[in-house]
Nanobody, 117 residues
Framework: QVQLVESGGGLVQPGGSLRLSCAAS??????????MGWYRQAPGKDRELVAI???????NYADSVKGRFTISRDNNEKTVFLQMNSLEPEDTAVYYC?????????WGKGTLVTVSS
């Protein structure tokens, strides 16, 4: 089982930026051929997909974050990133990292992002 550890969350003012990281254990080979996604869950709401980056092809984003968030990955470091700009109070949530490959998925424990003045 792969362990995923998120970091980079915190309190930020509206309009500010944060960069989340998710570091994976296990082999570079497994990471390289896995899809990596960022999800979020706001209080009282269901968990939702924010962005996903697959081994090949362009990433996909939720409509609510397009143009503001960017997902990227460093396969050699087994890390996926989420650059979040122009943050809004509606972005407040716990952000989770997910790895999926061949029908197997692993989740991190999440990192809290709070956007408030």
């Amino acid at each position: 089982q792969v362990q995923l550890v998120e970091s980079g969350g915190g309190l930020v003012q509206p309009g500010g930026s944060l960069r989340l990281s998710c570091a994976a254990s296990g082999s570079i080979f497994t990471f390289r051929f896995s899809s990596m996604g960022w999800y979020r869950q706001a209080p009282g709401k269901d968990r939702e997909l924010v962005a996903i980056i697959r081994p090949t092809g362009p990433p996909n984003y939720a409509d609510s974050v397009k143009g503001r968030f960017t997902i990227s990955r460093d396969n050699n470091e087994k890390t996926v990133f989420l650059q979040m700009n122009s943050l809004e109070p509606e972005d407040t949530a716990v952000y989770y990292c997910r790895m999926s490959r061949d029908g197997v998925e692993d989740w991190g424990k999440g990192t809290l992002v709070t956007v408030s003045s």
